[in-house]
């Protein structure tokens, strides 16, 4: 389901489109895919060469980087990727990444594993701090309660520990 053998694609332009389950792609850390993802793309082959043009959309549950609590996003993410067999790789030897290189991949044993192209798309589409809002409030850094909430008693003590040993000495002058 989630291959695509280059032998059996024809020479030009094919529609290309998948309704994946969620729960059929495998578990990922940063994620958590909650809805079916729609792929839908055109797949160009010529000879060796396959490009894959389209777009996936879904609903991924991410953890907010604040509060912890898990939130939706609705995702699109959109592509232009050319494959090549993995024998035109470059071996160990360090080479320059020109900007035509980067939506350039490499398929292994004549196959493209499409769960491959949708994890790296959804992934490049996580946003870099997941916020379940703009004004999420957080954990408190003493008891742990989410301010979202409800409100805490603490209060927001913070002592710089390079001052430690400066605050020893005033407290030793205090005393004498």
Not at 126 to 148: H, Y
Request: charged share 30%.
């Amino acid at each position: 389901m989630f291959l695509l053998e280059v032998a059996r694609l024809r020479e030009g332009a094919d529609p290309l489109e998948r309704t994946i389950a969620p729960g059929d792609l495998a578990a990922e850390e940063d994620y958590r895919v909650v809805a079916p993802i729609v792929l839908e793309a055109t797949v160009a082959k010529d000879k060796a060469k396959v490009r894959i043009v389209g777009h996936a959309s879904t609903t991924l549950e991410l953890a907010c980087s604040r509060c912890l609590d898990g939130y939706e996003v609705p995702v699109d993410a959109r592509f232009d990727l050319l494959y090549l067999p993995s024998a035109e790789s470059s071996g160990a030897e360090e080479v320059e990444v020109r900007e035509e290189d980067i939506n350039t991949a490499f398929y292994r044993d004549g196959v493209i594993d499409l769960a491959e192209l949708l994890h790296e798309q959804l992934y490049l589409m996580l946003p870099m701090k997941p916020l379940c809002r703009d004004d999420c409030q957080g954990l408190c850094p003493m008891c742990g309660v989410n301010r979202n909430v409800t409100t805490c008693s603490c209060e927001p003590r913070w002592e710089d520990p390079r001052f430690a040993g400066l605050k020893a000495l005033l407290k030793e002058s205090d005393d004498a």
